[in-house]
């Protein structure tokens, strides 16, 4: 009946599911097996999150694009899953997914540094890496470091349910 949700981060010596169950539910966020290099190397792939039902029944499956930026064998990315209210919120690649509950992904919020915040009405809140304000679709990405992460700007972003921009403000 409540929701639970476990944020994942695979390290070199650290493997932590990517989860979230609500009403029964369970909400995996799946990536390929990553073995063998030592190397900082790109991979681009596919990931899906699934849901399976209470009595374990597979409901559905949605794939999502994802360049995997691994080490030693590991992904180095940071990914999250979480499920509020009819909705899923899926947080890859400096982007949040959100999908509704019949696996139909609704919209995509592009330039995003860490996972979003979700109120009690379904507006989503999200801060934009260093250097990007407001975001188009088209618009691209700065790239940080090694691993290419992007530092958090000041920048916060904030949606209606549907998706929609609200406000922007530089906090």
């Given at each position: 009946?409540?929701?639970?949700?476990?944020?994942?981060?695979?390290?070199?010596?650290?493997?932590?599911?990517?989860?979230?169950?609500?009403?029964?539910?369970?909400?995996?966020?799946?990536?390929?097996?990553?073995?063998?290099?030592?190397?900082?190397?790109?991979?681009?792939?596919?990931?899906?999150?699934?849901?399976?039902?209470?009595?374990?029944?597979?409901?559905?499956?949605?794939?999502?694009?994802?360049?995997?930026?691994?080490?030693g064998g590991a992904s180095l990315d940071t990914v999250s899953i979480r499920a509020y209210g009819d909705r899923i919120y899926v947080f890859h690649d400096y982007k949040e997914t959100v999908i509704d509950r019949n696996g139909s992904v609704l919209f995509t919020i592009d330039g995003v540094s860490d996972p979003a915040a979700v109120d009690g009405q379904?507006?989503?809140?999200?801060?934009?890496?260093?250097?990007?304000?407001?975001?188009?679709?088209?618009?691209?990405?700065?790239?940080?470091?090694?691993?290419?992460?992007?530092?958090?700007?000041?920048?916060?972003?904030?949606?209606?349910?549907?998706?929609?921009?609200?406000?922007?403000?530089?906090?």
């Amino acid at each position: 009946t409540g929701d639970i949700s476990v944020g994942g981060f695979t390290g070199v010596n650290e493997v932590t599911p990517i989860a979230a169950a609500s009403n029964g539910n369970l909400y995996v966020y799946a990536r390929p097996n990553i073995t063998g290099s030592q190397d900082i190397r790109t991979i681009d792939n596919v990931t899906v999150v699934f849901a399976i039902s209470p009595d374990g029944v597979y409901l559905w499956n949605v794939p999502l694009e994802s360049k995997l930026i691994t080490y030693g064998g590991a992904s180095l990315d940071t990914v999250s899953i979480r499920a509020y209210g009819d909705r899923i919120y899926v947080f890859h690649d400096y982007k949040e997914t959100v999908i509704d509950r019949n696996g139909s992904v609704l919209f995509t919020i592009d330039g995003v540094s860490d996972p979003a915040a979700v109120d009690g009405q379904g507006d989503i809140y999200t801060v934009a890496p260093m250097g990007v304000d407001t975001l188009s679709e088209s618009d691209p990405l700065p790239e940080g470091g090694a691993y290419d992460y992007r530092i958090p700007s000041g920048v916060v972003n904030a949606y209606d349910p549907s998706g929609h921009l609200m406000w922007s403000q530089d906090i």
